[in-house]
């Protein structure tokens, strides 16, 4: 097993593209969650799935993002119309629900909107 | 709601130094997890700790020690003898418990700490 793994690393776009993120679980994990991290700051939370049900979404997560994870396995997460604003680093966790351990994070997705 | 502060923005040591973070945290919660996360220049968050709200005991783990005290609502984190590998940002962070340990959790800020050779 490799660890939660993010891709891509690095995106680059221009205001008003739409971009997407994957994030690949470790296997058996059934929790996910997404956060963004902006410079500066601390993680986000955004939102996080219980094997495929999407169960909270952040005031954070505005209409033009969009999260799936379709057979409870890897996720993305899509954002629509990017604005500068949305510049950040992507990160993703997963664990392992009713275990008393802690969410493993991938080494995120820097997004940077021009 | 929950949050976590770590007034410290940024340290800077010289290597074998001792150093302590802070981390004060709020919540309404009677039952809550506290974690300690570092992120080196990679991005990645690194898991350091995690301590139940019940578990006031002190924590040692090689350099690393930790010290949470219920009646401040503080967990602060201590390197001693500091290398320059612990250069990074450290976080400090709140969990909810209502469905276990897993929940979304809360961030700090962060504090970059610098360790000068």
């Known amino acids: 097993d490799t660890g939660v793994s993010q891709d891509p690393r690095h995106k680059i776009t221009k205001r008003g593209q739409n971009v997407t993120f994957r994030c690949d679980p470790i296997?058996?994990?059934?929790?996910l969650y997404w956060y963004r991290q902006t410079l500066g700051q601390g993680p986000e939370f955004l939102t996080y799935f219980q094997n495929e049900a999407q169960l909270e979404k952040s005031r954070l997560l505005s209409d033009r993002f969009s999260a799936e994870r379709p057979k409870g396995s890897f996720s993305t997460l899509e954002i629509q119309r990017t604005e500068q604003g949305d510049s950040a680093m992507y990160l993703c966790?997963?664990?392992?629900?009713?275990?008393?351990?802690?969410?493993?994070f991938g080494q995120g997705t820097r997004l940077t909107v021009v | 709601a929950q949050k976590v502060t770590q007034a410290q923005t940024e340290i800077s040591v010289v290597e074998k130094e001792d150093v302590t973070l802070d981390c004060v945290y709020e919540t309404r919660d009677t039952t809550y997890y506290l974690f300690w996360y570092k992120q080196p220049p990679s991005g990645e968050l690194v898991f350091l700790i995690r301590r139940n709200s019940f578990d006031e005991q002190n924590e040692i783990s090689g350099r690393y020690s930790w010290n949470f005290q219920k009646s401040t609502s503080s967990f602060n984190f201590t390197i001693t003898a500091s290398q320059v590998v612990d250069s990074a940002v450290y976080f400090c962070?709140?969990?909810?418990?209502?469905?276990?340990?897993?929940?979304?959790?809360?961030f700090g800020k962060g504090i970059t700490l610098s360790v000068r050779p």
């Open positions: 296997s058996e994990h059934n929790r």
């Open positions: 962070a709140l969990s909810e418990t209502y469905t276990g340990a897993n929940s979304k959790l809360t």
């Open positions: 966790a997963s664990s392992l629900l009713g275990q008393t351990t802690e969410a493993f």
